[in-house]
């Protein structure tokens, strides 16, 4: 059974940091494009950043580049997401997934390429 086990998150100042972690079994973890996502109320889930199965080629959105950095650790089957120089616009439930495909080599932000989730964490940016 896939499971992606996400921790991390809270409550801080703008300007400050977070990492969040999301622990994943039940699959070959290596083999799979794996991103984050994260929904604000009333807004439809958005595309983060991604990282490839293959050669960590890395995808992010306009809003949070050079302030994000998304890396893998293989051995330990974890994703993080490294949150620097927050915003209150980042607040939002922010999740963790698995591409649908093996070995997909690119990245993808839509939400329809990816088949398991994580829990969601909360991530509060205060002004």
């Known amino acids: 059974e896939v499971q992606l086990v996400q921790s991390g998150g809270g409550l801080v100042q703008a300007g400050g940091s977070l990492r969040l972690s999301c622990a994943a079994s039940?699959?070959?973890?290596?083999?799979?494009?794996i991103g984050w996502f994260r929904q604000a109320p009333g807004k439809e889930r958005e595309g983060v950043s991604c990282i490839s199965s293959s050669d960590g080629s890395t995808y992010y959105a306009d809003s949070v580049k050079g302030r994000f950095t998304i890396s893998r650790d293989n051995a330990e089957n974890t994703l993080y997401l490294q949150m620097d120089n927050l915003k209150p616009d980042d607040t939002a439930v922010y999740y963790c997934?698995?591409?649908?495909?093996?070995?997909?080599?690119?990245?993808?932000?839509?939400?329809?390429?990816?088949?398991?989730w994580g829990q969601g964490t909360q991530v509060t940016v205060s002004s």
């Open positions: 039940g699959f070959t973890f290596d083999d799979y494009a």
């Open positions: 997934a698995k591409y649908k495909t093996r070995y997909y080599t690119d990245t993808s932000d839509d939400t329809k390429d990816y088949d398991s």
